[in-house]
């Protein structure tokens, strides 16, 4: 994302008001008053110069008032600014032992093969570690993704399952009209072809050596091969412990809840958001208008690619309001992120 309106550098006495009023917003989703940030984080100031450093942030775009109360909230360029430039990476939490025990445990006994099963395992502990609803988005095309062989099942008439097994243990179904001219005994001739030319290819790989040895063969083959070129998985996208939104009074209005939802379900969209977000990079953190989809605007999300011998396998990720606890969630997802792509990585090694 684009952050250069936040590259401005704030002095060490902004940054610690900044700091202490979004840390206070995020605890009592309440607004910050000068009083608040001396009692409770022992800023070496006045109350008075606290308003005023908090009246000068409001000015720089980094906090609010509202007309309610004389206290200020974040605005997102604040969360952001406190996002950026807080050192997450030392955060403690002895929550983070007992889930990386359980995640190594059950990391420990699984296969590549049980990928969808531990993904869903891992963010269920996640969710009920950080207290948020938590997102899987599985990427389906598998593009990247190596052949380990090619099947056919003969059903009736002039029809036949093809079925692309994938090192991953998905499986890519399609049932197949045999053109004019074959039959059965021809099609288990061209699925033999299609393993001798194709094993342990990347699905990618596997389809520019078909087209690449059928040329000026029949139409038969080249019909097969059309077929291989629409073969695909659907990108999936599953959000768990959704209950947990009702706890933060940011969703108290159902109209919020149900938008966050909608957003949930357009699944396609949501794919094209994530994969931009880890296109080349890491651990990625949306806040509000920059998830850049109706109903996310009053989220953040804290998301983690899944990678393996340079393709993205899909997203974990946490959602919750804007006013979430980036203190404990980032750290979480940082080293849940090391944990699962270095099991991911140990395959590829083998």
Same mark, same amino acid.
């Given at each position: 994302?684009?952050?250069?309106?936040?590259?401005?550098?704030?002095?060490?006495?902004?940054?610690?008001?900044?700091?202490?009023?979004?840390?206070?917003?995020?605890?009592?989703?309440?607004?910050?008053?000068?009083?608040?940030?001396?009692?409770?984080?022992?800023?070496?100031?006045?109350?008075?110069?606290?308003?005023?450093?908090?009246?000068?942030?409001?000015?720089?775009?980094?906090?609010?008032?509202?007309?309610?109360?004389?206290?200020?909230?974040?605005?997102?360029?604040?969360?952001?600014?406190?996002?950026?430039?807080?050192?997450?990476?030392?955060?403690?939490?002895?929550?983070?032992?007992?889930?990386?025990?359980?995640?190594?445990?059950?990391?420990?006994?699984?296969?590549?093969?049980?990928?969808?099963?531990?993904?869903?395992?891992?963010?269920?502990?996640?969710?009920?570690?950080?207290?948020?609803? *938590?997102?899987?988005? @599985? /990427? =389906?095309? #598998?593009?990247?993704?190596?052949? %380990?062989?090619? &099947?056919?099942?003969?059903?009736?008439?002039?029809?036949?399952?093809? *079925?692309?097994?994938? @090192? /991953? =243990?998905? #499986?890519?179904?399609?049932?197949? %009209?045999?053109? &004019?001219?074959?039959?059965?005994?021809?099609?288990?001739?061209?699925?033999?072809?299609?393993?001798?030319? =194709?094993?342990?290819?990347?699905?990618?790989?596997?389809?520019?050596?078909?087209?690449?040895?059928?040329?000026?063969?029949?139409?038969?083959?080249?019909?097969?091969?059309?077929?291989?070129?629409?073969?695909?998985?659907?990108?999936?996208?599953?959000?768990?412990?959704?209950?947990?939104?009702?706890?933060?009074?940011?969703?108290?209005?159902?109209?919020?809840?149900?938008?966050?939802?909608?957003?949930?379900?357009?699944?396609?969209?949501?794919?094209?958001?994530?994969?931009?977000?880890?296109?080349?990079?890491?651990?990625?953190?949306?806040?509000?208008?920059?998830?850049?989809?109706?109903?996310?605007?009053?989220?953040?999300?804290?998301?983690?690619?899944?990678?393996?011998?340079?393709?993205?396998?899909?997203?974990?990720?946490?959602?919750?309001?804007?006013?979430?606890?980036?203190?404990?969630?980032?750290?979480?997802?940082?080293?849940?992120?090391?944990?699962?792509?270095?099991?991911?990585?140990?395959?590829?090694?083998?």
């Amino acid at each position: 994302m684009d952050r250069s309106e936040f590259r401005e550098e704030l002095d060490q006495k902004k940054w610690q008001v900044l700091s202490a009023t979004v840390s206070g917003y995020i605890r009592s989703a309440l607004p910050v008053g000068s009083q608040f940030v001396t009692r409770s984080f022992g800023l070496p100031y006045s109350p008075a110069t606290i308003r005023n450093i908090m009246s000068t942030l409001e000015e720089m775009g980094y906090l609010t008032h509202p007309h309610t109360s004389a206290g200020r909230v974040p605005t997102e360029k604040g969360f952001r600014y406190f996002v950026d430039h807080s050192d997450f990476e030392k955060t403690e939490f002895e929550e983070w032992s007992d889930l990386a025990r359980g995640i190594d445990l059950l990391l420990s006994e699984s296969s590549l093969s049980d990928f969808s099963e531990v993904l869903s395992k891992v963010v269920e502990e996640v969710g009920r570690t950080s207290g948020y609803a *938590v997102f899987l988005v @599985e /990427t =389906g095309t #598998l593009g990247d993704v190596r052949v %380990v062989g090619v &099947e056919s099942v003969p059903l009736s008439g002039r029809q036949a399952l093809l *079925v692309v097994i994938l @090192e /991953t =243990g998905h #499986l890519l179904k399609k049932t197949f %009209v045999y053109p &004019e001219g074959i039959g059965w005994p021809e099609f288990r001739k061209i699925v033999a072809k299609l393993n001798r030319v =194709g094993r342990f290819r990347t699905l990618s790989e596997f389809r520019d050596a078909l087209l690449s040895e059928m040329e000026g063969l029949s139409t038969a083959w080249d019909a097969v091969v059309r077929e291989l070129e629409r073969l695909g998985g659907t990108p999936d996208v599953k959000l768990f412990g959704a209950s947990r939104f009702v706890r933060d009074p940011e969703f108290a209005r159902s109209g919020d809840l149900e938008s966050v939802f909608h957003a949930f379900e357009e699944q396609v969209s949501l794919f094209g958001l994530l994969r931009k977000r880890h296109d080349g990079q890491g651990l990625s953190v949306s806040i509000g208008s920059e998830n850049e989809l109706p109903g996310l605007e009053v989220c953040a999300l804290v998301s983690v690619p899944l990678v393996r011998s340079g393709a993205w396998y899909g997203t974990i990720g946490v959602v919750g309001p804007v006013r979430m606890d980036y203190g404990q969630v980032i750290p979480l997802m940082s080293r849940l992120s090391g944990r699962l792509n270095d099991w991911l990585v140990g395959f590829a090694e083998e």
